[in-house]
Nanobody, 126 residues
Framework: QVRLVESGGGLVQAGGSLRLSCEAS????????MGWFRQAPGKERQFVAS????????YYADSVKGRFTISRDGASNTGYLQMNSLKPEDTAIYYC???????????????????WGQGTQVTVSS
C-alpha cells in the first residue's frame, strides 16, 4: 500500500512559478512510475507529466513542455513538479499518482495508476 500527500499549491500571477511536492510512503513506493495530472473545473482530468522509477526518464504533455519539470528524490520518496512561466490556463487541481508496473523503464506512463494524492489547487491569475 502506498499513500501520497501533496503540497505546494497556491495562487500565483501569470508568469510566476510554483513547485508541487508529492511525498510517498510505503515500502514499494520507490519502485513505481509517478505521474502528475490536473483537472480544471468542468473538464476531464488531463495528463501532465510522468517519470520512471529511477528518475532517469521523463515525459511531458505538449501543453507544459519547456515550462514544467518533473523529478523525484529516491532517498525521501518525494516527487516534484516545478512549474515555471505559469499561465491562467494552468489553473486546476493537480494530482500526483503512482503505482502500475514496478521498475518500469519508460518515461511515458499514462496509467493506470493505483494510488492517488488528495490534490492541490493551483490558481494562476492574469
Amino acid at each position: 500500500q502506498v499513500r501520497l500527500v501533496e503540497s505546494g499549491g497556491g495562487l500565483v500571477q501569470a508568469g510566476g512559478s510554483l513547485r508541487l511536492s508529492c511525498e510517498a510512503s510505503g515500502r514499494t513506493a520507490s519502485t513505481y512510475p509517478m505521474g502528475w495530472f490536473r483537472q480544471a473545473p468542468g473538464k476531464e482530468r488531463q495528463f501532465v507529466a510522468s517519470i520512471n522509477w529511477s528518475g532517469r526518464s521523463t515525459y511531458y504533455a505538449d501543453s507544459v513542455k519547456g515550462r514544467f519539470t518533473i523529478s523525484r528524490d529516491g532517498a525521501s520518496n518525494t516527487g516534484y513538479l516545478q512549474m515555471n512561466s505559469l499561465k491562467p490556463e494552468d489553473t486546476a487541481i493537480y494530482y500526483c499518482a503512482t503505482g502500475g508496473p514496478q521498475y518500469y523503464s519508460g518515461g511515458y506512463y499514462g496509467g493506470p495508476y493505483d494510488y492517488w494524492g488528495q490534490g492541490t489547487q493551483v490558481t494562476v491569475s492574469s
